[in-house]
């Protein structure tokens, strides 16, 4: 009976034991707000090599309009389009009955005042012969003899001179090439009037030198430090898609347009198979690298708004925003400028979310992509 009741009041005080034990365990901690931890690299310079795609028109390393310099009437063209000329090759040929009967003219009073002229110098010649024997000649007569052949020299001096430059003016009726080229225009036809005189100015055929060719190419101002005579120059052409060509920067105009604020490159082709033609359209490729060490950050890093750009740089674990300035960009990343050094620790992805000052956690990695 003991026994019962013993076993009765141990199961009473039971949930008490319970209870007490249950009040004696230790509280569980607070789970804390993870803290957020931001990625950085560390600054460094390196090269900076990227490609400069710009459009460009080829020419004709000499092109030039063939125009008559004397009045006149075409009589023969003797090349069209497409022809190719050597210098010096005869191209057109001029009438003009005018000029014809000034030449004939020039000649005529040529051969008078020659006349005139060998006439004065016999009798001068005879007077001093003459003379020789004193009192046969007088003073005066001797003076006189001299003075005349003086200006019958110089009258036939003249003469000549004007006849020469009336046919020398015969000469400009055979046009002839000035450089080798390919006729690449004709505009008259035989009959008609060209020269000085024509109203309409208009060329009769057009020259360019095929064989080389130039090309210019508007350089926008920022990429002009990386820009030297003799550098090698890539290029496509729509005719050609699959193939590129190349020049040589030759030239350089030294002044930057003010409305493109670009200046004009000159590159020189040498066309030794004449597959490329004057007045196509081409897509240059203009290697552009620095010629020192730049400071390259991820394009992530570089902050932008309406105000300023600028990279978030930690310092002794606070941001600190860093106002840069954007170079060229190479893949994913790009080149800053600004109050920068090589060993400041950056945040790979900044944003202006994170204050100036704000306390940040980062680890490091590397800044390559």
């Known amino acids: 009976m003991k026994t019962y009741y013993s076993l009765f009041r141990f199961l009473l005080f039971l949930p008490t034991i319970a209870i007490i034990g249950t009040s004696c365990k230790h509280p569980e901690p607070k789970i804390s707000e993870t803290e957020v931890v931001y990625q950085a690299f560390v600054v460094h310079r390196e090269n900076l090599a990227t490609q400069l795609v710009l459009p460009g028109e080829l020419e004709g390393y000499y092109a030039t309009g063939i125009v008559a310099k004397v009045n006149g009437y075409i009589k023969r063209i003797l090349v069209d389009i497409g022809d190719k ?60 003899a001299r003075t005349t052949v003086i200006a019958d020299s110089l009258s036939f001096v003249a003469s000549e001179s004007k006849y020469q430059s009336v046919k020398s003016l015969t000469n400009y009726l055979n046009i002839r090439a000035p450089f080798d080229g390919i006729i ?38 920022k990429y002009l430090a990386e820009i030297e005579i003799g550098k090698t120059v890539l290029f496509s052409v729509k005719s050609f898609p699959d193939k590129n060509f190349e020049g040589k920067i030759t030239r350089l105009a030294k002044r930057v347009t003010i409305q493109t604020r670009s200046e004009i490159i000159e590159v020189e082709i040498i066309n030794h198979k004449s597959q490329l033609l004057p007045g196509m359209y081409a897509h240059a490729i203009i290697p552009i690298k620095r010629p020192e060490l730049s400071l390259v950050v991820p394009q992530s890093a570089v902050v932008t708004n309406m105000e300023r750009s600028f990279v978030i740089k930690a310092t002794h674990g606070s941001a600190v925003w860093v106002d840069v300035q954007k170079g060229e960009s190479q893949n994913e990343n790009v080149e800053v400028f600004g109050k920068l050094v090589p060993g400041d620790t950056i945040l790979n992805k900044g944003s202006d979310e994170i204050k100036n000052s704000e306390a940040v956690n980062i680890v490091l990695v590397s800044s390559k992509h």
Not at 107 to 121: D, F, I, T
Not at 192 to 203: I, L, R, Y
């Open 85 to 144: 000329v050597s210098q010096g090759q005869l191209l057109v040929e001029l009438e003009a009955p005018e000029l014809i009967s000034q030449l004939d003219g020039a000649y005529s009073e040529l051969r008078v005042k020659q006349a005139m002229y060998m006439n004065s110098e016999g009798k001068y010649v005879r007077l001093r012969q003459t003379n020789k024997t004193p009192g046969a000649v007088s003073p005066y007569d001797m003076d006189f």
């Open 184 to 221: 690449t225009e004709r505009a008259m036809a035989p009959g008609a009037f060209v020269g000085p005189n024509d109203k309409n100015s208009m060329s009769i055929l057009r020259l360019e030198n095929e064989s080389r060719l130039r090309m210019h190419i508007a350089i926008p101002e």
